[in-house]
T-cell receptor, first 116, second 110 residues
């Protein structure tokens, strides 16, 4: 099931440092992955996505890396800013049935705190 | 453009009272709809998932139920709330891949 009952892991960094947030996914059939950012009291917001036929994708200050061999996903944030402080979730899904994608399964999340 | 509306934003209910949270999506048709719960400092727990009208999948046994009376309407209900039902409830929709979330309902059962 989901991560109920588990305290979220935390990552503390200094402003300007690079941050790396990791996520292990469970379904080897998953072929689409997303990172979300959730600020306190708000719903999660899309950051960046990657398909399983890629191993790296870059956005503005963010990079997602996918290692299908070990089912590992990471989010790299360059020059981390105080506004990046939030909870970050990875999510996986697949259309193994050949139709539309099914439900998203979320990782447990990581709390990122950026110190000025 | 697509939008998702979820209300109310906050709710305080006594133990044993009923619950009805509503979520509606605009600008899309036949979306996948989700209800998640998030306890303080915890991750997202998927409660219910729907691929169409009247089609509900329950992910965890609990005191809650969900219904989808219309294509873009998803309702989370309870007949009698428990203290353990307190949490942050999030509605979300997805069409193909990316999911979009509502702003959430903070439920406190007292």
């Amino acid at each position: 099931g989901e991560s109920v009952g588990l305290h979220l892991p935390t990552l503390s960094v200094q402003e300007g440092d690079n941050s790396i947030i990791n996520c292990a996914y469970s379904n080897s059939a998953s072929d689409y992955f997303i990172w979300y950012k959730q600020e306190s009291g708000k719903g999660p917001q899309f950051i960046i996505d990657i398909r399983s036929n890629m191993d790296k994708r870059q956005g503005q200050r963010v990079t997602v890396l996918l290692n299908k061999t070990v089912k590992h996903l990471s989010l790299q944030i360059a020059a981390t800013q105080p506004g990046d402080s939030a909870v970050y979730f990875c999510a996986e899904t697949s259309n193994a049935g050949g139709t539309s994608y099914g439900k998203l399964k979320f990782g447990q999340g990581t709390i990122l705190t950026v110190h000025p | 453009s697509q939008t998702i509306h979820q209300w109310p934003a906050t709710l305080v209910q006594p133990v044993g009272s009923p619950l009805s949270l509503e979520c509606t999506v605009e600008g899309t048709s036949n979306p996948n709809l989700y209800w998640y719960r998030q306890a303080a400092g915890r991750g997202l727990q998927l409660l219910f998932y729907s691929v169409g009208i009247g089609q509900i999948s329950s992910e965890v046994p609990q005191n809650l139920s969900a219904s989808r009376p219309q294509d873009r309407q998803f309702i989370l209900s309870s007949k009698k709330l428990l203290l353990s039902d307190s949490g942050f409830y999030l509605c979300a929709w997805s069409y193909d891949t990316e999911a979009f979330f509502g702003q959430g309902t903070r439920l406190t059962v007292v």
